[in-house]
T-cell receptor, first 114, second 113 residues
């Protein structure tokens, strides 16, 4: 089954404790992105990657890092989480050239930073 | 830069009534437009997408949307609301060569019995 998976689905942590949210897709897509969802703001892109070792900032990159060492994986790293990073996070993948440039989303990771 | 405006953060309809969720976009290039639905405590599910083929797009669960270039709109409709349609709906436009979606703020649909 074609899918995007994320782990963990739920995470409660404390300020300053480094964490990583993993993302993996099995569709051989070139593009991958991370979004955060906040009430009243919709989803906003954090970082994106157009291929292995190619990443760039999205609209709200502060406090986040990413890496793309393999095509299928795109982890999101919070080196020193703060309470304002409490949010719902989605990973997505897409393939250039596919009709409509549709993005496929993972199930989401709900992060709480105390 | 592309942007999306969804009019109405909350919409309430009676079961069986018409659903109309409004979306206006701004884009400097011919857009690809999407509607996603998010049920409580779930991820995003694609309802439908506009890819410059037909202007009237039919999606899942009886939803459809019409692309109107002159009005820069892509409103979502359903003739008869069902209780199971209660969810948050997001309109989005493809941007930056397809490596991201720009989302509206979302509209929460409430269906009254």
């Amino acid at each position: 089954e074609a899918q995007v998976t994320q782990n963990p689905r739920y995470l409660i942590t404390v300020t300053g404790k480094k964490l990583t949210v993993t993302c993996s897709q099995n569709m051989n897509h070139e593009y991958m992105s991370w979004y955060r969802q906040d009430p009243g703001l919709g989803l906003r892109q954090i970082y994106y990657s157009m291929n292995v070792e190619v990443t760039d900032k999205g609209d709200v990159p502060e406090g986040y890092k990413v890496s793309r060492k393999e095509k299928r994986n795109f982890p999101l790293i919070l080196e020193s989480p703060s309470p304002n990073q409490t949010s719902l996070y989605f990973c997505a993948s897409s393939q250039p050239g596919l009709a409509g440039l549709e993005q496929f989303f993972g199930p989401g990771t709900r992060l709480t930073v105390l | 830069a592309q942007s999306v405006t969804q009019l109405g953060s909350h919409v309430s309809v009676s079961e069986g009534a018409l659903v109309l969720l409004r979306c206006n976009y701004s884009s400097s290039v011919p857009p690809y437009l999407f509607w996603y639905v998010q049920y409580p405590n779930q991820g995003l599910q694609l309802l439908l997408k506009y890819t410059s083929a037909a202007t009237l797009v039919k999606g899942i669960n009886g939803f459809e949307a019409e692309f109107k270039k002159s009005e820069t709109s892509f409103h979502l409709t359903k003739p008869s609301a069902h209780m199971s349609d209660a969810a948050e709906y997001f309109c989005a436009v493809s941007a930056s060569g397809g490596n991201k979606l720009v989302f509206g703020a979302g509209t929460i649909l409430r269906v009254k019995s």
